[in-house]
């Protein structure tokens, strides 16, 4: 007994070693192969730069405003790394790895809460997170969500120290958890948290209900007072507007009627096969499941369903909608999937994923070749080395995976592999139009001419940090704002955008590059009259 129980042991840190060792490849392939992205990365980062230079860190800036859409929790992470380290565009970067690392290690603890009497789930449960496709994707991006699910995993951690009579550890680590998770993403984190603590009556044998109740209310209090010591003094440096935009607007606009990523309530459904890939596809996952829910649920899975099914409803009723909103939910799945199979002893069934790539290599094949379209607008075919090699693991993969009774590492290495030769199909094609630093650099030296800067419309601090640019840029909504602003500034230059590069045929642009689905140049004065002409015949 002692000896399997050793094994057992070894087998569930070579697990967690093997996930680590997926996390710092991919988080390799992300910096090394990718630009910040914008809108979203770029931007985040050059608010932290902003915030940098004014020596500020109260009140978050975009182009020299205060900056409401998002608390300042991973912006401070970032500083703090350039603070011990020096301005850098690989700190930003790193910092999502590497509490993604952290995640992992919460996960395998609370597995070991969950089913104490078990040493066969939090191995794989580990491992079945960090191969989730959409996981590895938003566990190497500059972005709020794996943060989130830390402290989503924070508080899981110390609801359950409080179940097991813990309480002011739990009930204290609950409170941190809901400050900082405000602090990171604003009230969301108590839709990810409150949940499993309110359904406690049916996962846990706890009966003093009157006392859990006030530990969870008391929690929430103190978690509102940990961001209120932000909230309060930026309120008072940011002005009424300001005020008013993190203490109601945000939250009430997204969650209700979001401005933005409008979807349908069952949206997010057919998107789970793909998000959790290749876990989700695995028919013998399926019925590892099915054999597991037929039975009368433990503690633990009825634990990760309370976690799992309100929060996925809720924002399934909810208006905004976008993938990666759904990440703090993903060790709930890792470990409920764990735990299904960790009660069987032969699980096979890896056809159905290892079809989907080798489906998705012949299509990439296929674009390769022109046969099939890009279904991006302005890149060319993919290079077709990530087409053949994603075919070739997909067969070996598939060899050596039937030969496995529960091939859990087999599968966890297939989805890295995926996940990494996905962003090489993508990089080739998409680099240029999401690499911005030309660009800022060309704005970078117009601001060092002493030449005022425009932006033509909406603009979201993506060159700030890439040009590290010390002004702002003057906004203007629209042509008409536009030519007054070229009279009143004949020696400025402006940022326009086009849809298509054509149209800056016979236009002397000081810069111009593809961005996103279009085009972006720099103008002069003179050159920005041409172009507006030729734009309104």
Known sequence: ????????????????????????????????????????????????????????????????????????LMIWLFQAGWAAFGVSEWWPR???????????????????????????????????????LLWTFFSTAAMFD??????????????????????????????????????????????LVLPVALLAPWWTRQRRWGRWYGGILLAVLCGAAIALAWAVPAGMAGGEEYRKAIFFGQTANRMVESFAHKRPPWWYLPLLPAMLFPWLLWTGLWRALGNFMRHELDRGGR??????????????????????YLIPLFPAFALFAA????????????????????????????????????PWEIAGPPDIWPG?????????????????????????????????????????????????????????????????VAHLGDYNDQFHFAGRLTAPLTLVDDDVALKAWLREHPDGDVVIYTKD?????????????????????????????????????
């Open 388 to 452: 053949v090699l994603l075919i070739a693991a997909a067969l070996g993969i598939y060899l050596l995976g039937r030969r496995l009774d529960k091939p859990l590492a087999t599968l966890a290495l297939f989805g890295a592999i995926v996940s990494a030769l996905v962003q090489f199909a993508l990089i080739a094609p998409l680099y240029p139009a999401y690499d911005v630093r030309g660009m800022a650099e060309a704005i970078h030296q117009a601001q060092a001419a002493g030449h005022p």
């Open 339 to 374: 735990r299904a199979l960790a009660d069987e002893q032969r699980v096979r069934g890896l056809w159905l994923p290892l079809l989907a790539a080798l489906l998705a290599g012949i299509a990439s094949l296929l674009m390769t070749t022109g046969v099939l379209a890009t």
């Open 501 to 537: 590069m054509k149209r800056l045929t016979g236009v002397k642009a000081i810069a111009a590059q593809r961005y996103l689905s279009g085009g972006v140049a720099l103008l002069d004065a003179p050159a920005a009259l041409v172009w507006l002409a030729s734009a309104n015949k």
């Open 146 to 191: 794996i943060i989130v699910a830390f402290f989503a995993l924070l508080g899981m951690y110390g609801t359950l120290l409080a179940a097991e009579g813990k309480s002011l550890r739990g009930f204290a680590c609950l409170s941190v958890a809901i400050g900082l998770g405000v602090l990171t993403k604003g009230p969301v984190i108590l839709l």
């Open 94 to 132: 790193l910092v999502a790895p590497l509490v993604s690392a952290a995640n992992l290690l919460l996960t395998m603890g609370l597995a070991r809460r969950l089913w104490p009497g078990r040493s066969d789930i939090a191995g794989p449960a580990v491992l079945i997170l960090c191969s989730c």
């Open 1 to 72: 007994m002692n000896g399997r129980l050793a094994d057992a042991m070894r087998s569930r840190y070579g697990m967690l070693l093997l996930a680590l060792i997926i996390l710092a490849l991919l988080s390799a392939v992300a910096i090394l192969l990718r630009p910040l992205t914008p809108i979203d990365e770029t931007r985040y980062v050059g608010v932290a730069w902003e915030m940098w230079l004014r020596g500020d860190f109260l009140l978050p800036i975009k182009n020299g405003a205060p900056y409401s859409h998002k608390p300042p």
């Open 303 to 324: 634990f990760c369903l309370a976690w799992t099914l309100p929060v996925l409803l809720a924002f399934s009723l909810i208006s905004g909608k976008q993938p990666h």
